[in-house]
């Protein structure tokens, strides 16, 4: 009998930071997405506000996924947002799925919260993630911040 191991998040662990930190997504992705270890100093300075999680599966390391949780967006209190705040998807394992199912396990986590809509941010160009995260159900707003993209995923 053959058993199919689905992926999991894990939180992360001095077991498993050295794999988390040599995480790296291929060379002409690198503009759109900071690496692992910049994150995570994110999260250590705003506990609060990060939710971050290694992408696991078959016990190899395969990607990284954090959320940001009720950041006040204009920082007058009128507009708590949460979302997709970091995906990384290893450069090998890239097209196998893992993205989509960071996407759903962040998606989940924050209906449990009792967030009604994710929000993401991207930078464009042809190497970016904007086809991947409209493939997702993301509507592209005429929102930028800084010279990204917004996109809303109602949940």
Aim: net charge negative; hydrophobic share 40%.
């Amino acid at each position: 009998m053959t058993t199919t191991r689905a992926p999991r998040l894990e939180e992360l662990t001095p077991a498993n930071l050295e794999a988390a930190l040599a995480l790296r997504v291929r060379p002409e992705q690198e503009f759109a997405v900071d690496p692992v270890a910049h994150s995570l100093a994110e999260a250590y300075v705003r506990p609060d506000r990060a939710w971050p999680r290694l992408i696991v599966d078959d016990g190899r390391v395969v990607g990284f996924v954090m959320a940001f949780l009720d950041i006040d967006w204009r920082d007058d209190g009128t507009d708590i947002r949460s979302g997709l705040w970091r995906l990384n998807i290893a450069a090998d394992e890239q097209g196998k799925g893992y993205g989509r199912f960071a996407v759903d396990a962040v998606a989940e986590e924050l209906r449990r919260r009792g967030t009604k809509t994710l929000y993401v941010t991207w930078h464009p160009g042809e190497h970016g993630p904007e086809n991947f995260y409209l493939t997702l159900g993301f509507e592209k707003t005429p929102e930028r911040v800084n010279d990204e993209h917004v996109g809303v995923l109602p949940l």
